[in-house]
């Protein structure tokens, strides 16, 4: 069962829950017609939003190509890095290995990669609040691990902690829909202590 937090004609709003793909096994869930505009590691779950008509597909896409989109996350990473930051990446993708690298300059296949962050608790494992402007695969976990913070749980990239869940979840979604800009958001079990996590 599927948690939906809106529906109307044009889009659908839902939670997608951790280990379900996002391109096949949740548009499935939902039923109907269902277009992905955009997409969430199989391993990664929160807010997610699909249209159900190639119009408002088409609208999605554009917002989410002119950075009208908002998209934020939450992620439980280890160590303590700076306060906060904006940080900038060259990325390459092996297909192959499914398994994204930070390199040093241009080339086929490489794109890059900015993301805003800010540290909303600090320690051994600090919680930080992420807006991504690219949606590059595997973004925030490549540019936090590259610096020495890999996700809790992210053993593909570097992780030592024991937990077998990435420690990221899609928190926040805000676009324009039918002339007003919505809103919507949830927060996994292991962010909801946080009293910063809404300023």
Not at 34 to 40: E, G, M, N
């Amino acid at each position: 069962m599927i948690d939906i937090l809106f529906e109307d004609k044009d889009i659908v709003v839902c939670m997608k829950p951790v280990g379900m793909d996002s391109e096949h096994e949740l548009p499935a869930a939902l039923g109907g017609e269902i277009y992905t505009v955009h997409r969430l590691d199989k391993g990664v779950g929160g807010v997610m939003v699909y249209a159900r008509n190639k119009s408002a597909a088409a609208d999605l896409s554009r917002q989410i190509q002119n950075g009208e989109m908002v998209k934020e996350y939450v992620a439980m990473v280890e160590g303590c890095p700076p306060e906060s930051g904006d940080w900038e990446d060259l990325l390459f993708k092996d297909s192959r290995k499914n398994k994204v690298y930070v390199v040093n300059r241009k080339r086929a296949g490489v794109k890059e990669a900015k993301l805003t962050y800010r540290c909303l608790t600090a320690g051994a494992r600090s919680l930080v609040r992420v807006r991504l402007h690219t949606g590059r695969s595997h973004q925030i976990r490549v540019q936090f691990a590259s610096r020495g913070y890999p996700l809790v749980g992210d053993h593909k990239y570097g992780a030592r902690s024991p937990e077998k869940e990435i420690a990221l979840f899609s928190c926040n979604l805000r676009f324009i829909l039918h002339g007003k800009t919505r809103t919507f958001s949830a927060l996994p079990a292991w962010a909801e202590n946080s009293e910063k996590i809404t300023e």
